[in-house]
């Protein structure tokens, strides 16, 4: 059941909070430009959203308990316990979450780049395919007629 004591709350809460935290990073950085700002909240995105396994020793006699956790906190919890193979897992996975959401961040930049600057890309790529036969005065910006 999703709503008694399951761990696929706890994940579902956890994820609605870092949706909370993402935005609230985003908007902190509004001083950046947005090839900046983008990446850098997606990467800090893919850190709180990127899981590991971890497995930990139960009280009983030779059990281990094997799990899901966000890959920071198994790293975390790798480097305050000195486990190398907990902390080398947790931290690979950490960095591989951190660089896929710096690419998520890049391509959605790229596709939502400002509109006259693809404009001006493409008609800087007009200009040098022209072989000059057009006069002047046709490459040059014309003013917006209304009427």
Known sequence: MLFA?????LWLVYYGVSILVLGAV?????????LLRLPLTWAIGGAMWMPATFALPLVE???VYHGWAPSAMVA????????SAALGGGLMWL?????LGALVGIAI????????????EAASADNTSHTGAEPAESRTRREPVIG
């Open 26 to 34: 985003y908007l902190a950085l509004a001083f950046l430009p947005r």
């Open 95 to 99: 960095l591989s979450g951190i660089t």
């Open 61 to 63: 006699e030779g059990g």
């Open 5 to 9: 004591d399951s761990m696929s709350l």
């Open 109 to 120: 930049w790229w596709l939502h780049r400002p509109r006259r600057q693809r404009d001006a």
């Open 76 to 83: 975390a919890v790798g480097f305050l316990e000195k486990d």
